[in-house]
């Protein structure tokens, strides 16, 4: 190995430490003046139909399809859940806040064992109206889910009209979805 060669294998992390360090730079600077958003990677189902899929179900639930989300006759939500993701216990109260005014929610349990999914919805409450498992996570594929929690509003003719990656919070309901949800009934 020549002296230029040993020189740049060398110098290689320092130009990687220096790349990284100007993309964080950028980061931070764009979430300090407010212009970062995470959650800002859009959804390629929005305005589409909901994916065509049929799931088994979980617990007493005898599972559902993508037919019986259009069949409600109002617009439904869709959530994609796990017993193992933390922030899924933390939207589990909002989830039961909408059940309790009337808004269909249907749960997709994702990549969970049978037994923890039961036991996640004995001990944080079953907000859903089916849940259906996607052990393999291809309906989860067919969505493009990013990770769990996300939730799809799906409306009455099927359509997919939001999106929200992450954890549902009071927040977030009354600021986009219930806004939303009044233009759709």
Request: charged residues 20%; contains cysteine; glycine residues 12%.
């Amino acid at each position: 190995m020549t002296a230029i060669n040993r020189r740049l294998v060398l110098l290689l992390p320092l130009g990687i430490a220096g790349v990284a360090g100007v993309g964080l730079y950028s980061m931070l600077d764009r979430m300090r003046s407010g212009k970062f958003d995470p959650r800002g990677v859009p959804s390629a189902l929005i305005g589409k139909p909901v994916p065509t899929f049929t799931l088994p179900g979980q617990g007493d639930s005898p599972g559902f399809s993508s037919a019986d989300l259009k069949a409600q006759g109002r617009p439904v939500l869709l959530n994609f859940f796990a017993s193992w993701c933390v922030p899924c216990i933390a939207e589990a109260d909002v989830l039961l806040a909408l059940k309790q005014s009337g808004q269909p929610v249907f749960g997709i349990a994702y990549k969970d064992k049978t037994e923890a999914t039961d036991a996640f919805l004995r001990q944080h409450g079953n907000p859903y109206v089916q849940v259906g498992r996607d052990a393999a996570g291809s309906v989860a594929i067919d969505f493009g889910l990013y990770g769990v929690p996300e939730s799809y509003l799906i409306d009455t003719t099927g359509t997919v009209r939001w999106r929200f990656a992450g954890g549902l919070t009071a927040d977030v309901v009354r600021q986009e979805l219930a806004p939303l949800l009044k233009t759709l009934t």
